[in-house]
């Protein structure tokens, strides 16, 4: 996604997880689905599977990042994305190739039994069914984390829920949020820690980052508007191939000399753009949103978590028991001292 290359221009502070305690979180839903069925794979690249074959990588990734999440006392609201937007038409398209081609390298790399090459490769063809979301909702549900169903993209529902102070920031690995109006964005939420870097024995340390928009738009001197229009120039989901030639610092110098899109193009004749920009203006700057949801955190079901993972799905049950008890264990005092801080305050 092209909007990505905006941390070239402005940078993250890096937190821990303890200064999270006790805040609510909008969680971009399909975005960290994906990141666990890119990185939740066996030693060949395959994901995770129970005995008759159904995929559980993406339970394995929400059960233990989440669990962890909660016992930090950190509480979570899962949004998913809806019906897409017609301008996403060509990123679906792109982003489907990418797969296709994966594909077909991840067999190349198998029959010539070159499975370090193969695991690479496997994370690129990352494809989310339905039934791995309606799996995903339902360990969710289990685990006492709301779900908000968003019209179109989940990031303009979850910037929503902090405008409108429902949770206090968006955990996503996107920057889209920041420009759907979202004051707080949380970046490595669920990928923290120690990585080794591909292909190599080095590793290194991920950091939660956290992103203030106000902070981004002083810093750049810049409106939400006019950051809106330096992502079109740069490229966007909607318009995913953005400007030919122009990257984030020449995009930001465009605006910053033109002030608008409409002056950019007027001015350089070099500068076209194919899309209507005034439609992706318009998805970022008034998204379509659903009023009609219910934010209930309710405690951890143990004994659904342990049928739904154990017994349907082939969990370690010592192991889910283990997990479960930490994270009601961080769940209760978070919310005992929440209650105190209330009482005192």
Same mark, same amino acid.
């Given at each position: 996604?092209?909007?990505?290359?905006?941390?070239?221009?402005?940078?993250?502070?890096?937190?821990?997880?303890?200064?999270?305690?006790?805040?609510?979180?909008?969680?971009?839903?399909?975005?960290?689905?994906?990141?666990?069925?890119?990185?939740?794979?066996?030693?060949?690249?395959?994901?995770?599977?129970?005995?008759?074959?159904?995929?559980?990588?993406?339970?394995?990734?929400?059960?233990?990042?989440?669990?962890?999440?909660?016992?930090?006392?950190?509480?979570?609201?899962?949004?998913?994305?809806?019906?897409?937007?017609?301008?996403?038409?060509?990123?679906?398209?792109?982003?489907?190739?990418?797969?296709?081609?994966?594909?077909?390298?991840?067999?190349?790399?198998?029959?010539?039994?070159?499975?370090?090459?193969?695991?690479?490769?496997?994370?690129?063809?990352?494809?989310?069914?339905?039934?791995?979301?309606?799996?995903?909702?339902?360990?969710?549900?289990?685990?006492?984390?709301?779900?908000?169903?968003?019209?179109?993209?989940?990031?303009?529902?979850?910037?929503?829920?902090?405008?409108?102070?429902?949770?206090?920031?968006?955990?996503?690995?996107?920057?889209? +949020? @920041?420009?759907?109006?979202?004051?707080? *964005? !949380?970046?490595?939420?669920? #990928?923290? /820690?120690?990585?080794?870097? %591909?292909?190599?024995?080095?590793?290194?340390?991920?950091?939660?980052?956290?992103?203030?928009?106000?902070?981004?738009?002083? +810093? @750049?001197?810049?409106?939400?508007?006019? *950051? !809106?229009?330096?992502?079109? #120039?740069? /490229?966007?989901?909607?318009? %995913?191939?953005?400007?030919?030639?122009?990257?984030?610092?020449?995009?930001?110098?465009?605006?910053?000399?033109?002030?608008?899109?409409?002056?950019?193009?007027?001015?350089?004749?070099?500068?076209?753009?194919?899309?209507?920009?005034?439609?992706?203006?318009?998805?970022?700057?008034?998204?379509?949103?659903?009023?009609?949801?219910?934010?209930?955190?309710?405690?951890?079901?143990?004994?659904?978590?342990?049928?739904?993972?154990?017994?349907?799905?082939?969990?370690?049950?010592?192991?889910?028991?283990?997990?479960?008890?930490?994270?009601?264990?961080?769940?209760?005092?978070?919310?005992?001292?929440?209650?105190?801080?209330?009482?005192?305050?």
């Amino acid at each position: 996604m092209g909007v990505k290359k905006i941390s070239d221009l402005f940078k993250g502070t890096p937190i821990n997880l303890d200064q999270l305690r006790q805040k609510k979180l909008a969680v971009d839903a399909y975005n960290i689905i994906y990141q666990f069925l890119a990185s939740i794979r066996g030693y060949d690249g395959s994901l995770l599977s129970d005995v008759e074959g159904t995929v559980t990588s993406h339970l394995s990734g929400l059960l233990y990042r989440n669990a962890r999440l909660l016992e930090k006392g950190i509480q979570l609201v899962y949004v998913f994305d809806g019906k897409p937007s017609k301008l996403k038409r060509e990123e679906i398209k792109r982003r489907a190739e990418v797969k296709r081609k994966a594909r077909v390298e991840l067999e190349e790399a198998l029959e010539r039994g070159d499975l370090v090459r193969a695991r690479t490769v496997a994370q690129r063809t990352s494809v989310l069914t339905k039934p791995m979301v309606e799996d995903g909702k339902e360990l969710l549900s289990l685990m006492g984390i709301p779900i908000v169903l968003a019209p179109h993209e989940g990031e303009s529902q979850a910037a929503y829920l902090v405008q409108q102070k429902k949770v206090w920031g968006v955990a996503s690995q996107d920057y889209d +949020s @920041l420009l759907f109006g979202s004051p707080v *964005l !949380v970046r490595n939420l669920t #990928l923290s /820690g120690r990585r080794r870097l %591909p292909r190599s024995n080095r590793y290194v340390t991920v950091n939660v980052e956290v992103f203030h928009q106000h902070e981004l738009l002083k +810093s @750049l001197e810049l409106t939400k508007e006019q *950051l !809106v229009d330096m992502s079109i #120039l740069i /490229g966007t989901d909607f318009n %995913p191939d953005g400007v030919k030639g122009v990257g984030p610092k020449t995009a930001y110098k465009l605006i910053k000399k033109h002030e608008n899109l409409e002056s950019v193009i007027e001015a350089e004749e070099s500068i076209e753009i194919d899309e209507d920009f005034d439609a992706i203006r318009e998805i970022f700057l008034n998204p379509v949103i659903n009023n009609d949801y219910t934010l209930k955190f309710n405690p951890i079901d143990v004994d659904g978590v342990i049928k739904f993972l154990c017994e349907e799905r082939g969990f370690s049950k010592d192991r889910v028991v283990s997990t479960l008890e930490k994270a009601k264990k961080g769940q209760e005092t978070a919310l005992k001292q929440k209650s105190l801080d209330a009482f005192f305050g």
